[in-house]
């Protein structure tokens, strides 16, 4: 099955991204380049359904809109990504 969640990227001050997917709490990752970054979210995506899933949860519909709190708003970009289980 098929699942599309919004993420929030940004850009780290070190390097690299952060990434975070607001409709799944607690489901955060990061990534060198934005490419792995977005990779990187659609495998813990993956892993956090397919644990909701393993424990008989139910699977959260995405969130219908985002806000951003941040001095920095050029270095936040949100995007859809989808994960297949």
């Known amino acids: 099955m098929r699942y599309q969640y919004t993420i929030v990227l940004e850009r780290n001050e070190e390097g690299g991204y952060t990434v975070i997917v607001p409709a799944l709490k607690g489901c955060i990752t990061e990534g060198d380049t934005l490419t792995e970054a977005i990779a990187n979210a659609q495998e813990a ?28 708003l050029s270095e936040v970009l949100i995007a859809k990504v989808a994960a297949v289980l």
């Open 45 to 72: 995506i993956a892993c956090y359904l397919e644990s909701l899933l393993q424990h008989g949860e139910p699977i959260p519909l995405d969130i219908s809109s985002v806000k951003v709190a941040t001095a920095r």
